[in-house]
């Protein structure tokens, strides 16, 4: 079964703060994805990547930055949170091909 | 988002009972995933389909690209089966992007 984990759980941060969510999966996947999910929105791809060293922007890229620095590892920076970007953020990974997306649990980030 | 419409919006099923849910796509799309968000927020994969169906015990899916859709039946609908359904599309580009519908809340009573 495929493996997702995003830390931290849950965070508050103040603003102007940053914050940086970590992902790490297990599978070996080459594509990764940061998506964050608000009522009335469903969920919308922030960033993406497709193997280390490699970062696109999705539809929402403005105000976060992405870093893939293994296949492993591919974590989401707010250099300067703003509380517009209270949300759940999920991290995924997917094989080519069949990109079949295994999610990570969650991170419920307030900005205060 | 506005390529992929889901429908309904949400939906209450007495247990035993079943029904659909719908995923229609404004743009030819290679494939669709649907997902199930619990009550702990966590999203599971049900399906992927590049054409055709696919079932898995209670659940089958469908993915007409030609026309543009795609259905999630549910039969014998049991209190677990609660939650959010969402159904993902892949960009047409082949990017590797998933396209989010809104979801449909589903809500099994005893």
């Known amino acids: 079964e495929a493996a997702v984990t995003q830390s931290p759980r849950n965070k508050v941060a103040v603003t102007g703060g940053k914050v940086t969510l970590s992902c790490n999966q297990t599978n070996n996947h080459n594509n990764m994805y940061w998506y964050r999910q608000d009522t009335g929105h469903g969920l919308r791809l922030i960033h993406y990547?497709?193997?280390?060293?490699?970062?696109e922007k999705g539809d929402i890229p403005d105000g976060y930055k992405a870093s893939r620095p293994s296949q492993e590892n591919f974590s989401l920076i707010l250099e300067l949170a703003t509380p517009s970007q209270t949300s759940v953020y999920f991290c995924?990974?997917?094989?080519?091909?069949?990109?079949?997306?295994?999610f990570g649990a969650g991170t419920r980030l307030s900005v205060l | 988002g506005d390529q992929v419409e889901q429908s309904p919006s949400a939906l209450s099923l007495h247990e035993g009972t079943g029904s659909a849910l719908r995923c229609n796509f404004t743009?030819?799309?290679?494939?669709v995933q649907w997902f199930q968000q619990n009550s702990r927020g966590s999203l599971i994969n049900l399906f992927y389909?590049?054409?055709g169906t696919k079932e898995n015990g209670r659940l089958k899916s469908t993915f007409n690209s030609k026309e543009s859709y795609s259905t999630l039946h549910i039969r014998d609908a049991q209190l677990e089966d609660s939650g959010t359904y969402f159904c993902?599309?892949?960009?047409?580009?082949?990017?590797?992007?998933?396209?989010f519908g809104l979801g449909t809340t589903l809500q099994v009573q005893p």
């Open positions: 993902a599309a892949e960009d047409p580009g082949n990017t590797g992007k998933l396209i």
């Open positions: 995924a990974s997917g094989g080519t091909g069949q990109n079949t997306l295994y």
């Open positions: 990547s497709y193997g280390a060293g490699s970062t």
């Open positions: 389909l590049a054409s």
């Open positions: 743009t030819t799309m290679r494939a």
